[in-house]
């Protein structure tokens, strides 16, 4: 197979810096179309998926680690990928998991500190961002973490209900339970903290 | 309404998702692969370097060395585990104001190179309604942040030097005192990894009762990185009183819990 025998030796990858964009998961699929290579993915993915992370971690260190085990896991499962065109869907798939991990891992690490609130790491982040956007992203930390995530998908990544519920192991009416509490979980904290200004 | 709201989410999500760009990302290439076992170099390596990353991060009280010699597996990221008085490098390998040895032998890594002071910004973090200095007693303290502007990790050990002026006018008192402040537990010295763009942190306090004089306004946070000369400001409006000197604790990969804050 054309794909496994690229992954096998792999030609130095052409220096052309594939944006997000340039990797698109096609459709349909041409039977004479190269299909993309985990080295193409990672150039072309890469990005978008570190910011998809970062907006369910927060801090840059922990979405680039959850950003690489997805890539790692991808690698370890291509050869059962039935569609290489399908691998986008699996990676975001694995970086919602990472993440919640990752997020349940520093919850437990949490426990042990004698007072219960550390700051949300890359809050140096937030800095250099509008006060208006840095209100709803701190909401955001502040949302259970499944609501996050529907969030995040589908405000930020624009997947379709349908798809969410894929990404997420979930049925298409728990996305929307869950959406419309987080929606008006977040109108709450929101207005409470810019309310009367 | 939620129209409104919806809009809203999307704009914060794309502002904060876009805040990282790709020269923010860790260099992407991996380290050269020994062996061979399975598949390409490229995905080995991000096997390495996703072990790599999940595993050693961060708070190297004195023995972080990276076996395989590999290069790219630099701890370029911590977690909020291990922060509580880990400690390795000997107090006196970090003096804040005094230029000793630039570098510890607590060193954690021979790629990760002392932060320069052209590669580090500051600023004050700023309290929060859950967490916040103040609080009476005539306590003042500041979260101080050190972030990495360079383009490849660095490190710092121990004590930052802080001081306080208004305008161009030294108004607090050398030296600082090392150790537990009004409002956080001094873990003591150990080594910060800051990936690019990351940041340590150290807590400071001082009081504004009147004290031998009376107290003065302050406008400007001076800061020396650990073993190093070169002076760092941030704005920072306060009263500093008392006997006009500072009290610092060691650096670490993440803001300290604050204790009796609550005021």
């Known amino acids: 197979m054309a794909t496994a025998l690229s992954l096998r030796r792999p030609q130095r990858p ?12 096609t459709r349909h699929h041409d039977p004479d179309e190269a299909l993309p290579t985990l080295e193409q993915l990672y150039a072309g993915q890469r990005l978008a998926m570190v910011r998809l992370a970062i907006l369910l971690v927060d ?76 209100e709803v992203i701190a909401a955001l930390a502040g949302l259970a973490p499944r609501q996050r995530e529907v969030i995040v998908l589908r405000y930020w990544s624009d997947l379709s209900e349908a798809q969410i519920a894929r990404t997420l192991g979930i049925s298409q009416g728990t996305v929307k339970s869950t959406a419309s509490r987080a929606l008006d979980a977040l109108e709450r904290t929101l207005s409470q903290k810019g309310g009367p200004r | 309404m939620s129209d409104d709201l919806e809009d809203r989410l999307r704009r914060a999500l794309a502002a904060r998702a876009e805040v990282v760009s790709s020269s923010d990302l860790r260099p992407a290439a991996p380290p050269p692969a020994p062996h061979r076992s399975r598949g390409p170099f490229l995905v080995t ?25 590999t290069t790219v597996a630099v701890p370029a ?56 200095h103040g609080g009476g007693m005539n306590h003042q303290g500041a979260t101080i942040g050190l972030t990495n502007t360079g383009a490849m990790p660095c490190r710092l050990t121990g004590y930052p030097g802080v001081a ?100």
């Open chain 2, 45 to 69: 390596g991000l096997a390495l370097a996703a072990a790599a990353a999940a595993a050693g991060v961060f708070v190297l009280g004195g023995g972080w060395s990276p076996g395989g010699g």
């Open chain 1, 14 to 25: 052409d220096t052309r810096r594939a944006d997000a964009a340039d990797v698109v998961v």
């Open chain 2, 77 to 132: 990221g911590w977690t909020a585990t291990g922060t509580s008085g880990t400690t390795g490098a000997t107090p006196d390998a970090a003096d804040g104001g005094s230029p000793t040895s630039p570098t510890t032998s607590a060193a954690p890594s021979p790629t990760v190179t002392l932060c320069s002071a052209s590669a580090v910004s500051v600023f004050v973090l700023p309290d929060t309604d859950t967490r916040r």
């Open chain 1, 59 to 134: 801090d840059l260190a922990s979405a680039e680690d959850v950003v690489q085990d997805a890539f790692a896991a991808l690698h370890a499962h291509w050869h059962r990928l039935r569609d290489p065109h399908a691998a986008t869907g699996y990676l975001r798939m694995s970086v919602v998991n990472g993440a919640r991990s990752m997020l349940r891992r520093r919850r437990t690490a949490r426990a042990f500190v004698p007072p219960p609130d550390l700051p949300q790491p890359g809050a140096d982040d937030l800095a250099v961002l509008a006060e208006e956007h840095r």
């Open chain 2, 164 to 263: 306080l002026r208004q305008g161009t006018t030294m108004e607090s008192e050398d030296p600082n005192t090392r150790g537990s402040t009004s409002y956080a537990q001094d873990p003591g010295p150990s080594t910060v990894v800051l990936p690019v763009g990351g940041s340590a942190y150290a807590e400071v306090s001082w009081t504004s009762a009147d004290g031998v004089r009376p107290a003065t306004s302050v406008d400007t946070l001076q800061v020396i990185l650990p073993d190093q000369r070169t002076v760092l400001t941030a704005p920072l409006t306060s009263v500093l009183g008392g006997d006009r000197t500072l009290t610092v604790t060691a650096l670490t990969p993440i803001p300290l819990p604050l204790n009796g804050s609550g005021g």
